[in-house]
Each structure stands twice: as structure tokens, then as C-alpha cells.
């Protein structure tokens, strides 16, 4: 009975490889199609590099759970770039449709018409954490950033962090590099790169850096670089916010970067057809939101500005939005506005680029999809039956009809479905092996060269 489901599944790291491998066990036949050649998402374009544990952990995760026969993997496949999202709701067929599709968009920086400087000394962090991590390997095809001393990054999570950590690495790195000084990314970070030129001899003066500057618009204690519990006390939360503070202290020291607290972009400052700085305006917390102080603003010049206020999914069209964010009729089942078997899960629900909230959300939104959409009962649980076996066959002729109303496919229903599936499949050139594609994917990885 469950085999009579084809699910579509666009996005397969972390919430789409989760919701595959979860139908997958309970017999549904599912489809991932995948919008680069590896489903891997920002494990591979987004964590920085030096995570080596951690991405092939995870990326193991991602292959194990695809790497099943319930699964057809459809790799170079975008929603709405490749297959249309009406084509697909219209006449793939398909039992249900889930969207994983991520956060790939950074989320605009307020000034008004900052955009048009994109690659004129303005970048997202996005495109930037995207060549960082590709950056050692040969045509990859992702055009070179050029990075510089005295970058200003507008920020204050964790990945604004990383910006800076990478960008101080790269620096300094360099640096040393013209001194005679070869030293790997993964030393630099480990031990942190002001450091390591110390132990070299150099002082960053001798090196002639001056530093990046990562501007906030909180105070320094608010930055989520440790979690605070839900039910802290006034103690805990006291005792958060000095941890943070002496982190970042040690963070400043060790990769040479100042934190200004307490300034928002509000303007841009435009020299010679580039973008060459920022105007701020100071800001106060209160009752925890951010309030501009009036007539109180500084110019910034640098020559590279790098936005990292966070990422909110793109956009795709016919799919119903509400602000930045995909119209869903509950956060909890992902469902869609007006579609009943389309739900989107992980972070392009979330909002938050955070690996396990994005799996407990997938499996949350896929569990409803198997029991609440397409009633089948969960382990444990049988429809109250009679004894008789009139009253047994008029229970499974309920249940027929009952999932027959939530998305099952007739056979043939099926067979169309699974042969759009192939010749998709065809038309990338994937040979149907996912283990073998795979490995001839994967990028070569620096701490191998």
C-alpha cells in the first residue's frame, strides 16, 4: 500500500537527505532532485573549509541516507531553474511535494540600492563562503574574489565570524607567504594567525596589515556565539554574556579584527564607480530591540564591504511568499498556502543556517506528511477492527479510499511518474549509481593536496 506514493523532494543535505531517508523506511518511493551535481548544500559551499570532521561526517550522513533503493537521486536539477514548480504540481504527478530547498539568498542589505555595487567592493557572504571553500581547486568555475586588508563585514552571528576568520587567514596567510613563510589555512585557523606570525617573528605592523572590522549593531555580549537556555535566570544569562565577551576578546586578539558594537548601515559611499564605504548611524538597545540614536552617524571608508546578516531562501516562482519567507499555513507541517500536498521543511522554513534544527524540522514536517497526509499509522498503531471478516474488509476498503483521498497513485499513476524520473535522470547524465557519482564529484579537498 505504501509503494503507491511518489514523493518529490527538492534539496537533499540536510533536511531533504532526512525526509528521503525517513519515506524511504516506510516504503514510500521518493525522488531528490538536486540542484548541483553533489547534495551536499552549504556542508560544501557554506561551512568553512577548515570543518573537516565535520563535513565528511555529515556528508556521510547525506550519502548513506540517499544511498537506498526506495530513493532516485536527480542531481543538476533546480526548481525553477531546470523543472518549473507548476509543471511539477501540474503534471509530474507526484503524491506529495517537499521543498528543501535551503537559504541560498543572502538577506538584502538595508541601503537602498547597494545591489547594483555587487562586485564594485560589495559582496554577500554567501558568493563569498563559495569561493572560499573552492578556492584550491582548479576551474571550478566560480570567479575569483579578491579580498583585502581593512574589509568592513556588517554582521553578528556566527557566520560573520567565520567571514572574518577566513578573510584574516587569507590576509595574513599572504602575508607570511612573501616573507618566505608557507603556512596552511588549517594552522592558521587552529592556532589563529596573529599568533602564528608572532612565533615567525612578525608583528602584524611588520607585516603592514591593519585589520578588519566587523560592525554590529547589537552589543557585543548579544552575539550567538554561545547558546543561552529558553529558561535562563537573570544569573545564567549574565554568565552567558561574559563568556561571549571574553571569546570575542580572544577571537579580536588572536585573528586581528576590531568589533564595533552598536552601528547600522544606513547609507553607501560611492568613489570612482565603486562602492567604497559605509555611512553608519549609532543605535541603542531597548527592551532587547535596536533603536536608531538620531543625528548620530560616522562614515566608514574600506575597500571591500561583505554583508553577513543572514540568509533567507530564493524565491521561486508560482510558490506563494510571505515577506522573504515561503507562505506555509503552519511552521510545524510546512504545509504551503493553497497546495495541499506541497510543505516545505529545514531551513528554508527555519530561517537559521543551524544543522540539527534543520533536521529535527524535517523530520517533523515529514512525519506529518506520513501519518497525518497520508494516514498511514505509526509503528504500534492498527485501525479498531471487528472480528468478522465483512467488518475487517470494510475497514481496508476505508483505508484504501482514505489514502486513495491523500496522494496514493494507481499503478500506472506510478509508472509514469518513476519514468519522468529517469529520463530526467538521463538528460544530466547520471548513471543511477549514487556511490559512483559521488566519488566522481568530489571535489579534491585541500588538507589532501
Known sequence: MHSSHVVAIFGGAVAGSEAASLLAKQGIHCAVFEQNSLSYGKIEDGLPKWHIKLRDKEEKKINDKLDHPNVDFVPCTKLGRDVSFKDIVENWGFSAILLAVGAWRDR????????????????????????????????????????????????????????????????????????????????????????????LGFSMQDLGIKGCALYYRRNAHFMPITPIPENADERRINKAYEVRNRMLNKLQKDFYFTLEECWAP??????????????????????????????????????????????????????????SAYAVENLHTGQINGFDNVFALGNAVTGRGNIRESRLHSVAVTEHVVHEHFKIPQDGESEQADSTSAAVEKQVTGIQQKMRAQGALTESEVDDVLGRIKQRQKSVGYDCNYRSWVEKHTPVRLENM
Open 108 to 199: 538584502p542589505l538595508p541601503i537602498d540600492g547597494i545591489d547594483a555595487w555587487i562586485e564594485k567592493g560589495f559582496i554577500y557572504q554567501n558568493p563569498f563562503f563559495k569561493w572560499y571553500n573552492h578556492s584550491h581547486e582548479k576551474d571550478n568555475g566560480i570567479d575569483k574574489i579578491d579580498i583585502h586588508d581593512e574589509t568592513v563585514i556588517v554582521g553578528g552571528g556566527l557566520a560573520s565570524i567565520d567571514v572574518v576568520k577566513a578573510l584574516m587567514c587569507e590576509i595574513i596567510g599572504r602575508s607570511l607567504a612573501k616573507k618566505g613563510h608557507t603556512v596552511d589555512m588549517f594552522t592558521l585557523e587552529k592556532k589563529g594567525p596573529v599568533n602564528i606570525a608572532a612565533e
Open 266 to 323: 544606513v547609507d553607501k559611499i560611492i568613489e570612482d564607480d565603486r562602492l567604497a564605504g559605509l555611512v553608519f548611524q549609532k543605535t541603542k538597545i531597548e527592551n532587547g530591540r535596536v533603536k536608531m540614536v538620531p543625528d548620530k552617524t560616522i562614515e566608514v571608508k574600506t575597500p571591500m564591504v561583505i554583508s553577513s546578516i543572514g540568509s533567507i531562501p530564493e524565491p521561486i516562482e508560482d510558490v506563494p511568499a510571505d515577506g
